[in-house]
């Protein structure tokens, strides 16, 4: 592991918020108590994610301090690193803590309380990290992971910069301004870049934003920029943008990046913005070796004109080559993604790969001149087009799944572009494109006109294989574009892995995004597929957002934190926890908490859960009902509400909701089979369409998965092959569960 890191940053002290349904409210501190803090550390949660391990603990009473380690779960106790203090942060009822730079594999997160003179520690767990997808081309002849190796560590000369919102104006770093070595101390983020702009200082720098981040005292027009001095000399140290969890937000202002070479922006959310540029992620012009994944892009503020109601770009790319964009969120922005403008005349090569344009409406993307791939991504309830292909480009579409996509690929001025008449065309008269298209699966809108079908004005050319080369001889119908079959060129490709459709469907739902899909949650309505305006709910939503982030850093003084309800008190109550305590100060043995495998009863029966037996509320705990346990934490709870069903003269009132994706730490029901056991599950999709209910096993591996319909209750069920604890969780959006029976297992 490569954990040590030059950390600088001011501790955070942030006003007190806390959470109501999508936005919060602010609280003045003196309202808070500290009910919700236990005379014990109690581990809320657990999980690893991409290239980071996170655990959320409740609040001890009495605590001073908290200090986080890490170690490779394969390593002796005195391999423990010590976590950046900025990484531990208080929200109203839970603190959590988070472990970046980890390479793929197992680990242990060990976090000490410090009240008085007794140290209180609680270990989790095995927690596994998977490693990003670093395909594209952004990792052609080149990389583009920024201030990270490939492996996912932090190189080991990496400066590490920690952004909150009251440390962004006078976070401070001296960086070399001249070839003598000279330095130069800069305050302020944009102010920092700046200095870095001269090319003197070859030290990679990782920014890393905490929580929700407005418009800083210092910036360019708007943005924050990320620029070398010219288009011979770029920026080429490696620069990572990154969020810390799941609520980092960039608030009314965007990211530009000029001049710049290996460059890497990861897990934040952009809303509101309203720069003078307009876009969320701008790659402006000159920089190569650009990768820009798991981000949420939402509204921004309207522009000037009148396809600009939603905000202008979300990530646009212009003069920029060897570039990758995935793995991002896309919510109903009026154009996701331009890549080119009508001065280019290179070849740029770019990736597009599985991200989720999700009822957003047109630029997915738009493309003039470039040599394009896009595979596995998921299009959404897509009201205006998907992929658009104009100026002579060459765009492989691969894999992708098209719901509800009015016209999923367009080239200019041919085929389906010009249905309704050249003066209706989309893209105002320019040369088309040539798109090749494989493997696609389209659900909706309006399909696509192929070459094979009219050879004069087509949308694709549909290959026979992946492998196919296109003749020469296939043009456009105006500028008559030829293909120029990058994808079989062995020396321009690279290698990757191509899931089915309906396979990056589901992953696109499960990662594309910020972790666990981000702090901010919206579900759109089939009403929302054909829709071009602004969505007033979502609208307001963004405008009213406010963190829950309490403060950032391990020191608890002065800290408050909300008062629980009497049964999230009672759910704590029923967590088995273990936990050290040590008097003195130098030294503290932690005692690892291990995941339960096996149930306190030794008696097999058959098991029933129906959601009717159960009391209505919000649980944010482990619970154990009628022998399962429902898995919850703070950010991810589970929820019994009222609800009227009927499924073959069984009559149901009330509902589990797993009102999102889950796993085997939150948002799913578990329970302990003995041998192969039928589970019988009535439940019904919590929206407009279906969702994938999956059998895991107690690593987190699907078992089986089912469909569940949005339309009407349905009965299904799934088989457990041997002994064992199971949960079920869904792997792509809300499901409503209403009774769970288990043939033969032990009771909790």
């Not at 499924?647 to 085997?664: C, E, H, M």
């Amino acid at each position: 592991m490569n954990l040590a890191k030059n950390s600088i940053g001011t501790k955070c002290q942030v006003l007190l918020l806390t959470l109501a349904m999508l936005v919060s409210v602010l609280i003045p501190t003196s309202l808070l108590t500290a009910k919700a803090a236990t005379g014990s550390i109690s581990l809320l949660s657990s999980q690893g994610d991409f290239e980071v391990a996170y655990a959320t603990f409740s609040p001890v009473n009495g605590a001073s301090s908290y200090k986080a380690y890490v170690k490779k779960a394969s390593q002796a106790d005195s391999a423990y690193v010590q976590l950046d203090d900025e990484l531990i942060r208080h929200y109203s009822n839970y603190i959590r803590v988070d472990a970046l730079g980890l390479e793929a594999g197992d680990y242990v997160l060990k976090i000490d309380a410090v009240v008085g003179k007794t140290t209180k520690s609680v270990t989790t767990g095995t927690i596994s990290v998977m490693a990003h997808d670093r395909s594209g081309f952004a990792f052609v002849d080149g990389d583009a992971s920024g201030a990270y190796n490939s492996n996912g560590t932090l190189k080991s000369d990496a400066v590490v910069l920690y952004i909150t919102e009251e440390t962004k104006n006078t976070v401070s770093l001296d960086v070399v301004t001249s070839s003598k070595g000279a330095t130069t101390k800069a305050t302020g983020l944009q102010n920092i870049l700046d200095a870095y702009k001269k090319g003197y200082d070859s030290r990679p720098l990782d920014i890393r934003l905490i929580g929700q981040i407005t418009d800083f005292d210092v910036m360019m027009d708007g943005d924050i920029l990320i620029k070398g001095s010219s288009s011979s000399k770029r920026l080429a140290c490696g620069v990572t943008f990154e969020g810390v969890g799941e609520d980092a937000t960039c608030d009314g202002w965007g990211l530009r990046i000029a001049n710049a070479s290996n460059v890497e922006v990861r897990n934040l959310g952009f809303m509101n913005c309203n720069s003078g540029e307009g876009d969320d992620v701008g790659l402006q012009q000159n920089d190569d070796h650009v990768w820009v994944h798991n981000c949420d892009f939402f509204y921004g503020d309207a522009g000037s004109d009148a396809d600009q109601v939603k905000g202008d770009g979300a990530l646009d790319t212009k003069t920029s080559s060897y570039i990758t964009h995935s793995y991002n969120h896309f919510y109903d922005n009026g154009k996701c993604n331009l890549q080119g403008m009508k001065s280019e005349s290179t070849e740029n090569y770019i990736t597009y790969h599985h991200n989720w344009y999700d009822h957003s409406d047109s630029r997915h993307p738009r493309i003039r001149t470039c040599t394009v791939h896009i595979y596995n991504n998921y299009y959404d309830g897509n009201a205006k087009y998907g992929v658009g292909a104009t100026m002579g480009c060459s765009v492989f579409v691969e894999n992708n799944y098209f719901r509800n996509c009015k016209y999923p690929m367009l080239s200019s001025m041919q085929g389906s572009d010009i249905a309704n008449g050249t003066a209706n065309a989309t893209f105002s008269g320019e040369n088309g494109g040539i798109i090749k298209s494989y493997g696609n699966t389209i659900v909706g809108g309006k399909g696509v006109i192929t070459y094979q079908q009219n050879s004069q004005s087509f949308d694709v050319y549909e290959a026979a294989s992946r492998n196919e080369q296109i003749s020469s001889s296939v043009k456009t119908k105006q500028g008559s574009t030829t293909y120029n079959n990058f994808d079989t060129n062995s020396s321009l490709m690279y290698s990757y892995t191509v899931q089915s459709a309906e396979a990056a469907k589901n992953s696109v739902v499960a990662y594309a995004g910020r972790i666990n899909g981000g702090d901010f949650k919206w579900t759109f309505t089939s009403a929302d597929d054909e829709a071009y305006v602004v969505n007033e709910q979502l609208k307001a939503a963004l405008s009213s957002y406010k963190t829950s982030l309490v403060s950032v850093g391990g020191n608890a003084s002065g800290v408050s934190y909300e008062e629980t309800s009497e049964e999230t008190t009672n759910a704590t109550e029923n967590t088995t926890q273990t936990t050290t305590e040590t008097t003195t100060e130098t030294q503290t043995e932690a005692t690892t908490s291990q995941p339960e495998t096996t149930a306190p009863s030794s008696t097999a029966s058959k098991l029933v859960l129906s959601a009717n037996d159960l009391a209505t509320g919000t649980y944010k705990n482990a619970t154990t009902v009628d022998g399962f346990k429902l898995l919850a934490n703070s950010s991810n709870s589970v929820v019994v509400e009222s609800d009227t069903q009927n499924f073959k003269d069984i009559d149901f009132t009330r509902k589990i909701k797993l009102s999102g994706v889950g796993n085997n730490a939150y948002r799913s029901i578990a329970f302990n089979a003995a041998g192969e056991t039928k589970v019988k599950i009535y439940a019904i999709s919590d929206g407009s369409k279906k969702q994938t209910l999956a059998l895991l096993d107690a690593n987190g591996n699907t078992v089986a998965t089912k469909n569940v319909s949005y339309e009407k209750l349905v009965s299904m069920t799934l088989t457990v092959p041997s002994d064992g604890v199971y949960y079920l969780a869904s792997t792509t959006g809300a499901i409503n569960i209403y009774y769970v029976e288990l043939s033969s297992g032990y009771a909790y």
